[in-house]
């Protein structure tokens, strides 16, 4: 009535010994590719079955991440609109009392500033010269001696119109003189380009002038070419030799003048000139 079996030890030696030969016939002649191929067959959609709740789970992780990143994202966006609206209601107002304290002193200069943004499309490979080529020219209403800003301060203006660029210098050109004034007790001087990228030269200060590192630099408005406030750089080092009448004030400039590739092209006109803008530029006030 009983059958007795080998027992488990003879079944794993026979197995053990079974899986040596079909791995070798297999090594030397290949002759168990086909059925290997036919078992992986058999066995794919088994595969697919037990990876399915694996990447079921990694695509729904994926999707929870991206979901709470873009509301994370959303709601930051949101809070820096509601940030930025309220900045903007303040120059608003800043702009309104501006007007009318320039109404109460009968002051003729009035200004409406309009801004055209441009982008850098190549730079002066000499080694000498900080010049710059911006993708707007005399169709978009350009025009030589024109202010370039970037969103940290001032860049420099325009020298030469074509039909479709323009070249500007930048600030730090040696050829380049900014007039400026320091913000904190508005003391006058010229800025001179020094050839380096992040260094101005005040020139024509006198030794016993108020000058400290880190004041701000800002233009004067003098010259007809930038009005007046706008970020020019800060003091980072200031040099006073007993024996001669000027100190030496270096400014490093607020634009990151080796970085930035789109630049606001600056152009004003009378208030009381009703001629129309041009449609490529857009209203601006402040900065």
């Known amino acids: 009535m009983f059958v007795r079996r080998p027992s488990a030890l003879i079944r794993a030696v026979v197995a053990v010994a079974a ?14 590719e086909s059925a290997r191929g036919l078992l992986s067959t058999v066995l794919y959609p088994l595969q697919l079955a037990i990876h399915l709740p694996i990447r079921t789970g990694e695509w729904l ?32 107002a800043l702009e309104a009392e501006n007007r009318r304290l320039r109404n109460l002193l009968g002051s003729s200069e009035k200004f409406a500033e309009r801004v ?3 982008e850098l499309i190549s730079v002066d490979m000499d080694p000498f010269s900080r010049r710059i080529v911006v993708n707007k020219g005399a ?20 020298i030469h119109v ?13 050829s380049h003189a900014l007039p400026v004034q320091i913000h904190r007790n508005g003391l006058r001087a010229v800025a001179f380009g020094t050839g380096p990228l992040n260094l101005l030269k005040l020139s024509y200060v006198p ?15 003098l010259g007809s070419r930038f009005l007046s406030g706008y970020p020019v750089g ?10 001669r009448s000027f ?4 400014v490093q400039p607020s634009a990151m003048l080796e970085r930035t590739r789109e630049v606001l092209l600056v152009r004003w006109d009378s208030i009381s000139d009703q001629a129309p803008a041009s449609e490529a530029y857009t209203s601006w006030s402040g900065w």
């Not at 209403?141 to 940290?152: L, T, Y």
């Not at 800060?234 to 024996?243: A, H, L, N, S």
């Open 162 to 174: 074509g039909p479709f660029t323009s070249n500007a210098l930048l600030i730090t050109d040696p």
């Open 19 to 32: 899986s040596i030969v079909l791995m070798s016939v297999d090594h030397r002649a290949s002759h168990l």
């Open 116 to 118: 055209l943004v441009a």
């Open 234 to 243: 800060k003091v980072v080092e200031i040099r006073r030799d007993p024996g």
């Open 207 to 221: 030794n016993n002038a108020d000058v400290q590192v880190n004041d701000r630099i800002v233009t004067s408005g």
């Open 61 to 92: 992780s994926e999707q929870l991440s991206g979901r709470r990143t873009i509301l994370a994202e959303n709601t930051r966006l949101r809070e820096e609109r509601l940030r930025i609206r309220a900045r903007l209601e303040k120059f608003d």
């Open 247 to 250: 100190a030496e004030v270096y």
């Open 139 to 158: 169709r978009d209403d350009v025009s030589p001696g024109q202010a370039m800003i970037g969103s940290k301060g001032v860049m420099g203006q325009i």
